[in-house]
T-cell receptor
């Protein structure tokens, strides 16, 4: 199993540009989520999904969109990048029944200039 | 709303000494509690969880944690610290009651084990 994979590992964007961060898992997990990690603020939930076709907002959803057309994939779209979105982004997945612990991807370091 | 507090930004402990990393939580229903560890430039790794049952849970790498409902705490402990335990530790909570599905993380505690 590859676990949770994220691409790209690093990205630099200019203000106003859009892009999609990719996330995939091969563990057939129902639950997937996106977090951003900023110094001193821990991990903050952006969006999450409890299954294909079902998504919901987390703590800091503004400026981000998600969709979940398959169990495996959960891409995060930045609509119009802003310097405030400079951060490290982590995708995670978990099994909903009997599990709940999350498996994290390696992260994407995004810089917006 | 649910929340997690990790009151210490950093904990320093000598190698071989016991360590404790503190976590308190607030939920309206029944908590599912987790500890994760993050090494530099890596994603988070799961250490242990409390779902139900015995209040003392054991996890990876010799870590354990005790669920205390009256004090709403879930402190991480290890009897004898190793230099390789130096990392960033996160506590997380999920309130399953009523189907609540969001996971909330604390701000993290940096553990420094001194040789």
């Amino acid at each position: 199993n590859a676990g949770v994979t994220q691409t790209p590992k690093f990205q630099v964007l200019k203000t106003g540009q859009s892009m999609t961060l990719q996330c995939a898992q091969d563990m057939n997990h129902e639950y997937m989520s996106w977090y951003r990690q900023d110094p001193g603020m821990g991990l903050r939930l952006i969006h999450y999904s409890v299954g294909a076709g079902i998504t919901d907002q987390g703590e800091v959803p503004n400026g981000y969109n998600v969709s979940r057309s398959t169990t495996e994939d959960f891409p995060l779209r930045l609509l119009s990048a802003a310097p405030s979105q400079t951060s490290v982004y982590f995708c995670a997945s978990s099994r909903e029944r009997g599990g709940y612990e999350q498996y994290f991807g390696p992260g994407t370091r995004l810089t917006v200039t | 709303a649910q929340s997690v507090a990790q009151p210490e930004d950093q904990v320093n402990v000598a190698e071989g000494n016991p360590l404790t990393v503190k976590c308190t939580y607030s939920v309206s229903g029944n908590p599912y509690l987790f500890w994760y560890v993050q090494y530099p430039n890596r994603g988070l790794q799961f250490l242990l969880k409390y779902i139900t049952g015995d209040n003392l849970v054991k996890g990876s790498y010799g870590f354990e944690a005790e669920f205390n409902k009256s004090q709403t705490s879930f402190h991480l402990k290890k009897p004898s610290a190793l230099v390789s335990d130096s990392a960033l530790y996160f506590c997380a909570v999920r309130d399953i009651s009523g189907g609540y599905q969001k996971v909330t993380f604390g701000t993290g505690t940096k553990l420094q084990v001194i040789p």
